[in-house]
């Protein structure tokens, strides 16, 4: 009886061990598993941030010579145009070039997936923080747009001041001659004043919006290599 108490125990004793040896082997693939799926995850957003580097950079240079325009554009008409008539014949671009939409695919799969546990906390903070910030950054873009685009509709509506295929030039002129200038030059200047200040506003966000991005790749990279 002795030793068949023994064996029994020792049975016991392996089967236990087998179990917990299972149970180790078993984490460590759900370890990999989720360690693989971060990985991948990571990698995109990675892509996806280095993307918006390069699409702020193309705003950027664009932003940039937009302002210089400006400049150029106001010194010509303070030392060259003397009459209101002068600004009929004014070409300069009514476009203004925000940028309004940014790669945000992979977060947002992260997050609805419920799989951002997988970052520490540190991270998952910063990944909120600068998602906050793009989300921001595109709701001012897409208001400023909305603003700026009444002033210029105001604008155009005040005259018609760009040759279009449905009224004549002879015709143009001839309502430019007749109309009354004060309206055109109040909506003339806003158009100006506020497209000037927006690509001026913009330059300072876009910086601000680059530093974040680089910020936020760095933490990630980072992630990977401590991984």
């Known amino acids: 009886m002795g030793k068949y108490f023994k064996y029994a125990i020792g049975e016991i004793i392996l089967v236990v061990i087998g179990i917990l040896i299972a149970l180790q082997i078993n984490n460590w693939n759900e370890q990999r598993i989720k360690n693989n ?48 008539k002068q600004l009929n014949n004014l070409s300069f671009s009514l476009n203004l070039g925000i940028l309004s939409r940014l790669n945000t695919s992979t977060y947002e799969a992260l997050i609805n997936s419920g799989n951002v546990d997988l970052y520490k906390q540190e991270i998952r903070d910063e990944l909120i923080r600068h998602h906050g910030y793009q989300s921001s950054f595109l709701k001012s873009a897409e208001l400023n747009n909305s603003v700026f685009y009444e002033t210029m509709n105001s604008y155009l509506q005040s005259a018609p001041v760009f040759e ?27 158009l100006l004043l506020q497209r000037r200040f927006l690509l001026r506003r913009y330059d300072i966000n876009y910086k601000e919006l680059k530093k974040s991005t680089i910020n936020i790749i760095s933490i990630l990279e980072r992630n990977i290599v401590s991984d």
Do not use: C, G, H
């Open 37 to 84: 799926l971060k990985y991948e995850y990571t990698v995109s957003m990675i892509s996806d941030l280095k993307l918006d580097i390069k699409k702020i950079e193309e705003y950027q240079n664009y932003n940039e010579n937009e302002i210089e325009a400006m400049d150029t554009l106001a010194t010509y008409i303070q030392r060259e145009v003397k009459y209101a």
């Open 164 to 190: 279009t295929p449905w009224i004549p030039n002879s015709m143009r002129n001839e309502i430019w001659k007749t109309m009354d200038k004060k309206p055109f030059l109040s909506s003339f200047n806003a």
